[in-house]
């Protein structure tokens, strides 16, 4: 597995804290950090996970 879906994976969860930190505190610059790290979360899995499939890895 690829670095980069690990971390991908863990930008995603830690954007998924803020998010909702910042829903529940109506803190609306927290929340859309929290949306912001999720995407690029995602982006990275992304990439992590074309890199192994080009190695050939599952």
């Given at each position: ?29 927290l929340e859309a950090e929290g ?24």
């Amino acid at each position: 597995m690829d670095k980069d879906r690990i971390e991908g994976s863990v930008d995603q969860a830690k954007g998924s804290v803020k998010e909702g930190a910042g829903k529940l505190t109506g803190d609306k610059k927290l929340e859309a950090e929290g949306k912001a790290d999720k995407a690029s979360g995602k982006v990275q899995n992304a990439v992590g996970g074309a890199k192994d499939t080009l190695r050939g890895d599952k």
